[in-house]
């Protein structure tokens, strides 16, 4: 049985407690956070009966504590994962794992060094819309990708307890970093990993309900890839809508529009196939599959198995949101 702490008990933590209480190998020892009667209330929100640990050290120093998901907002993300790293914990981290090249750079060789396992919570990849799209890849449904757009449309404003922390730039990052981050996992995720130049533009509405961002809430990025393929990302943070995340892959043999497929397979088709699924048509978090990867990154341990989502992997995509983001400021292409 695997003892798991939690540090940071917002919003995104309620899902992690949910996971590792269901999951039949682990369970919650304790919650870390500076204010104890907001870490009580997560705990008694998500059933889970624990201890509470005022300061993070306390909760590494645990022999019987083996994971720790980190949920704090983004700036801590490092400081916090090299600490339990050095420790010997494995490692639950939310995106993004960290801000800048420098903070990447650093957390990874402490990852290597250590061989701590982690995992990322990029876990749209196990939405069942995911897996169905991989599968059609996977059957040669519309041959070979050489266009895709994943977007992320979600207006975060004063209405979101994350606001207030959101619209700083030096806790946020950016748009990609802070949402975005996802529509641009799911693209490399299903097209190619291998991106070679990226191009940025930003832009800020400016609206008064989100007038105190302090960089770019809207971003778009074209990516190239190395095998010739071409891609586009969009993430605004600013948008007066409902929550979406649109995908469009097109390929040699059809295309993939969200949950409509159009094969050059299906002999006979006239018009657009629909294929009944779960979309990534949320932002709440408690849509979000957490179980199925949490489940999976304790097997991984559990076996002694990496997993696809391991630092090296996450380290990559972060790569190329750092480079949208210096596209973005300088008006330049970036290679990466």
Known sequence: MFGVGIVGPGWAAGEHLKAFANNPHTTVKAVCGRDETRARRKMAESNVDCDYAAQFSDLVARDDIHIISICTPHNQHVELAVEAARAGKHLVLEKPIALHPEELRQLRDVINETGVKTITCFELRWNPYYKMVRNLLQTDAIGSVFYAEVDYFHGIGPWYGQYLWNVKKEIAGSSLLTAGCHALDALVSLVDSSVTEVTAYSAFGKADVFAEYEYDPTLVALLKFANGAIGKVA???????????PVFLTGTKGSIRDNRLWSHQLE????????????????DVTHHPYQEEFDYFVDCIRNKQDNILNIEESATIHEIIFAADESAASGQPVKL
């Open 235 to 245: 993430s605004c943070v600013e948008c007066r809508m409902p929550y979406t995340f």
């Open 268 to 283: 006979g088709q006239t018009d657009w196939a629909t294929i009944p699924t779960i979309m990534p048509d949320s932002g």
